[in-house]
T-cell receptor
């Protein structure tokens, strides 16, 4: 099974709402990622987890709060977002280590609209 | 931070035409990956090239890695509408497991 699943597929939220994005993989990968992608642009890395610990935070605003409850799950908690945060949020997973060739497996993304 | 520049940024062609997409960096790549992202989906890995001068073929797609490992190209022969999507080169750099994406090439193949 090489699938990364993400829920929900679409999310519309107001600027005062609190919501969560969820991601799951069962490939035994110990690295999991959150990316933000604007239309027709490349994904921008937000966070990297390795062995359930946060290893990279790309200076993401605190209104985005990641969580890795176990090796298969990754959440992104959202609070007090701005309209410019509207984007496609992609989750990915891969093996962890210094190999320059690890494939990242991406989920289909959550399309987030902040009103 | 390594920057990966892709060209062209946008490409619209007719079915059956050939095309080439380029990925360039001022730094040497340890390796280079090419991903394709179809509308409504996440990126999917097409190929990884590691050795300078390497050429890999995937059906109608031919990938080349420059001798100096600072550039790469993707050539599609006889494009089909199913080739439509965002093509991204990517390379690991900086921190462990940090994948840096190129600027992207949006390809539209018209029937």
């Amino acid at each position: 099974d090489t699938e990364v699943t993400q829920t929900p597929k679409h999310l519309v939220m107001g600027m005062t709402n609190k919501k969560s994005l969820k991601c799951e993989q069962h490939m035994g990968h110990r690295a999991m990622y959150w990316y933000k992608q604007k239309a027709k642009k490349p994904p921008e890395l937000m966070f990297v987890y390795s062995y359930e610990k946060l290893s990279i935070n790309e200076s993401v605003p605190s209104r985005f709060s990641p969580e890795c409850p176990n090796s298969s799950l990754l959440n992104l908690h959202l609070h007090a977002l701005q309209p410019e945060d509207s984007a496609l949020y992609l989750c990915a997973s891969s093996s962890w280590g210094d190999s320059p060739s690890y494939e990242q497996y991406f989920g289909p993304g959550t399309r987030l609209t902040v009103t | 931070t390594q920057l990966l520049e892709q060209s062209p940024q946008f490409l619209s062609i007719q079915e059956g035409e050939n095309l080439t997409v380029y990925c360039n960096s001022s730094s040497v790549f340890s390796s280079l990956q090419w991903y394709r992202q179809e509308p409504g989906e996440g990126p999917v890995l097409l190929v990884t090239v590691v050795t300078g001068g390497e050429v890999k073929k995937l059906k109608r797609l031919t990938f080349q890695f420059g001798d100096a490992r600072k550039d790469s190209s993707l050539h599609i022969t006889a494009a089909q509408t199913g080739d439509t999507g965002l093509y991204l080169c990517a390379s690991y750099g900086g921190a462990t497991n940090k994948l840096i994406f190129g600027t992207g090439t949006l390809l539209a193949v018209q029937p």
